[in-house]
């Protein structure tokens, strides 16, 4: 394992389909935080995980926007009924909630809704 | 969270040394300093963090100033791959403990 990885990279659909990211973060950390970022901008949180608790959620997350640790292991970001605002770059970030080594991000996927 | 303020963008020449300022007037006793950065399409990247003292790693240095007003993150010998937007942070508690907040950034570029 070298690090946290993100699938798809990118992802088109069209406006009102519903989409799924899927994150697997690195094996042995326990804390899972998810991104949002739009061009020019920094990244804006919307949520994390410890281990399989969804402990926070941000605000910008609207009622389309559920994700998911099952197991506390990888994390499913869903979007239902996509809307062209939600076009975004949707970064995954591990760590481990007990040491200083910061935050290990992810590429990225890059969503465009049309 | 306390805010921070840096400059849009700066420039350097590779192999001189950088230094990117970052103000949070507003910063409490118990808020950490961190730098991370992001290289074009690419997730940010964790740079360094510190809380009072000075800090230096493999990939940069972190110079606090005493009031802890501001900070100055260092890259002794800017190299082409160090181009990126620098994000300074503040978030209460070391580490990964807590969220973090991004702003804009300082965009760097480095000039052959």
């Known amino acids: 394992d070298t690090g946290v990885s993100q699938d798809p990279r990118h992802k088109i659909t069209k406006r009102g389909q519903n989409v799924t990211f899927r994150c697997d973060p690195i094996?042995?950390?326990?804390?899972l935080y998810w991104y949002r970022q739009t061009l020019g901008q920094g990244p804006e949180f919307l949520t994390y995980?410890?281990?399989?608790?969804?402990?926070?959620k941000s605000r910008l997350l609207s009622d389309r926007f559920s994700a998911e640790r099952p197991k506390g292991s990888f994390s499913t970001l869903e979007i239902q009924r996509t809307e062209q605002g939600d076009s975004a770059m949707y970064l995954c970030a591990s760590s481990i909630a007990t040491l200083n080594y910061g935050y290990t991000f992810g590429s990225g996927t890059r969503l465009t809704v049309v | 969270d306390a805010k921070t303020t840096q400059p849009n963008s700066m420039e350097s020449n590779e192999e001189e040394p950088v230094h990117l300022p970052c103000n949070h007037s507003t910063i409490s006793g118990t808020d950490y300093i961190h730098w991370y950065r992001q290289l074009p399409s690419q997730g940010p990247e964790y740079v360094i963090h510190?809380?009072?003292s000075n800090v230096n790693n493999r990939m940069a240095s972190l110079a606090i100033a005493e009031d802890r007003k501001s900070s100055t993150l260092i890259l002794h010998r800017a190299t082409l791959r160090d181009a990126a937007v620098y994000y300074c942070?503040?978030?209460?508690?070391?580490?990964?403990?807590?969220?973090?907040?991004f702003g804009k950034g300082t965009l760097l570029t480095v000039n052959p």
């Open positions: 942070i503040l978030s209460q508690g070391g580490g990964s403990n807590y969220k973090l907040t």
């Open positions: 510190g809380l009072t």
């Open positions: 094996s042995e950390h326990n804390r």
């Open positions: 995980f410890q281990n399989e608790a969804q402990l926070e």
